[in-house]
């Protein structure tokens, strides 16, 4: 009978976290050339998390502003299509990979992720509005 009950917990352990590896399939973190070949795709939705003043400051083309710190970001962020591609960046990762994560429990299927945030991509020389 212990053999049995150390089995089953071993089997739980082991699902649990297979599964939360199964959950983040659907962020994938991005480089910036990998960005920009997404930007070509039709439909995909471009999303700064920074807040407005960051955003004047410059943005990707394209780019939609849903400020991370508005009261309102959590509904903010459900207008968005579901089904389509949603690229996300901030300033250097860290509120977009937390938006992806949001994303991702309101059940976004394709959700990408700009490593390093707008700071790698005006580093690389890359074009801001």
């Keep these: 009978m212990k053999h049995v009950s150390i089995l089953l917990i071993a089997v739980l352990t082991l ?4 599964c939360k590896d199964t959950d983040r399939t659907n962020i994938e973190v991005v480089s910036t050339q990998e960005m920009q070949a997404l930007l070509k795709m039709d439909k995909v ?3 700064d998390v920074r807040t407005p003043k960051e955003f004047k400051s410059g943005y990707i ?3 939609q502003n849903i400020d991370f ?3 309102t970001f959590d509904e903010d962020i459900l207008k968005l299509d579901k089904d389509k591609p949603v690229l996300l960046y901030c300033k250097s ?3 977009s990979a937390k938006c992806a994560e949001k994303l991702q429990l ?3 299927t394709k959700i990408y992720d700009l490593e390093g ?3 790698r991509w005006k580093h690389e020389g890359l074009a801001v509005k």
């Design 45 to 47: 939705q471009l999303v």
């Design 61 to 63: 083309e394209t780019a």
């Design 69 to 71: 710190f508005s009261p």
């Design 117 to 119: 945030g707008i700071s």
């Design 15 to 18: 699902s649990v976290f297979s």
């Design 93 to 95: 990762g860290g509120r």
């Design 106 to 108: 309101a059940g976004f």
